[in-house]
């Protein structure tokens, strides 16, 4: 048992302390806490979270834990997968972990809240996210990336999703090495998440971050009762987690390299755009050529973006009918740019996706196939213009990565704007105060009356 990766994983998780966290780690999980209430309050006013997943397991009855931007509770599995399908349901949550670690740990660690014994102050809280994107990231690491996993087919925020959530929540829950050891062997087949929805557009992707969150919390629950899982669910056994998800050749040892040395939060990154992160980077490129040629979206003739073939079958599709189509849709973000001047929540409404003005930029976008493309960051954007000009823009490091973080005041902005679609403003400013101060919080279940809105259920 003490030779099995799940092994090492629950030993780390069970004795980690916050102060086993670098500062700069502390303070990002922080800053990654409030993007991810700000995109959850806001996705919990889609059809997915509210008019359908909440209305439909309401009818289990209420529950101990926070439905966020409601008046609902749920029991702590049904608030994790509706806080979960919100906060992934506009595209605006992080990336960068499992790849979409905060909308899969903190509704986790937000439903196994109300179950731990006794206060959790919000030193504890921090660590407990830490931790859970640290193991996502390691577990889709084992894969050799998100490349090969993705690839082949499976949406790592489902599949590796559920072990971020199943460590968040065994640590806020203050599990020893035995029961996070099962929780993370039990999250193991819980495990899914199919990329089949970038053909239609259809809704099930949102639901890949509920479910993993979900599973998170089954786990934790189940372990805590005394179920046990698989101690070998990494290993090259029949049955093995990675010899039946891989495709391609596997890293298993990436899982535990440096653990507890390099916290792989430092990978996430948060979105200022509400699209697939794969758009950003040509986004980010078209507003630089704006701003150095001082264009009007009259005055282009052709906008071309280079990408590889992967690339493409993900972001290259020009649907718009639905909100999730056209926010994977590369050529609809450079459009939306170039028309609205952005590319936020806004620029996604259906009545910017039906107007005249963007289906005659539309037409003017196109993908150019190039194989030597290694990243949507490391490529180009040509713009043809009117008058002649062929202005070719190399595409970089995102905004919002974490070597091009967002600034504070951009982050409390896009914060203030999503809250402010459910919380007054004086609560949403008040969150934000709260989760910028976790580190001196008592108690993080100070949390859970500030993300309530409407009236408290009995």
Request: hydrophobic residues 45%.
């Amino acid at each position: 048992m003490s030779e099995t990766i799940i092994a090492r994983l629950a030993e780390f998780i069970a004795t980690a302390r916050h102060d086993d966290l670098p500062p700069a780690m502390a303070d990002k999980a922080r800053l990654h806490i409030l993007d991810t209430f700000g995109a959850a309050l806001a996705g919990a006013t889609s059809q997915e979270a509210i008019r359908t997943s909440a209305a439909l397991l309401r009818a289990d009855g209420p529950g101990q834990s926070q439905l966020w931007g409601s008046e609902m509770r749920l029991s702590p599995r049904n608030a994790a997968l509706v806080n979960g399908i919100a906060a992934h349901a506009f595209e605006l949550d992080d990336t960068g972990g499992c790849d979409h670690s905060g909308a899969t740990v903190l509704p986790a660690v937000m439903a196994a809240l109300p179950l731990a014994d006794g206060p959790v102050d919000g030193r504890r809280f921090t660590l407990a996210v830490a931790l859970g994107y640290d193991i996502g990231r390691r577990v889709m690491m084992g894969f050799g990336g998100y490349v090969p996993h993705n690839s082949a087919g499976w949406h790592s925020t489902g599949t590796c999703g559920v072990f971020a959530a199943a460590a968040a929540a065994a640590s806020i829950m203050k599990f020893d090495a035995k029961a996070t050891a099962n929780c993370l062997g039990l999250a193991a087949s819980f495990a899914g998440g199919l990329w089949c929805f970038i053909h239609d557009g259809a809704m099930a992707k949102r639901v890949h971050a509920g479910r993993a969150a979900e599973g998170g919390v089954l786990a934790a629950l189940l372990a805590r009762d005394g179920v046990t899982g698989p101690a070998h669910a990494f290993e090259d056994v029949w049955g093995g987690f990675f010899k039946t998800y891989a495709h391609g050749p596997l890293t298993p040892d990436a899982v535990t390299n440096a653990l507890g040395r390099d916290w792989l939060l430092r990978d996430a990154a948060i979105k200022p755009y509400a699209s697939c992160r794969d758009t950003h980077a040509a986004i980010d490129a078209i507003g630089r050529v704006l701003a150095r040629e001082a264009l009007q979206p009259g005055q282009i003739r052709h906008v071309r973006a280079r990408l590889n073939s992967f690339l493409n079958d993900m972001v290259g599709g020009r649907d718009v009918s639905t909100m999730p189509a056209a926010q994977m849709s590369l050529p609809y973000a450079v459009a939306a740019r170039l028309c609205f001047g952005g590319a936020g929540l806004a620029a996604y409404a259906p009545e910017r996706r039906a107007s005249p003005e963007i289906a005659s930029m539309l037409d003017k976008v196109s993908i150019e196939i190039d194989e030597t493309v290694s990243a949507s960051w490391k490529s180009s954007i040509i713009v043809e213009a009117d008058d002649g000009r062929r202005i070719e823009e190399q595409t970089s490091v995102q905004l919002g990565a974490p070597d091009n973080p967002l600034p504070l005041a951009q982050l409390r902005a896009k914060f203030d704007e999503l809250a402010g679609l459910v919380l007054p403003a004086e609560q949403a400013r008040q969150l934000a105060e709260t989760v910028l101060g976790l580190a001196a919080l008592p108690d993080a279940r100070a949390l859970l009356p500030l993300l309530r809105a409407g009236e408290p259920t009995p």
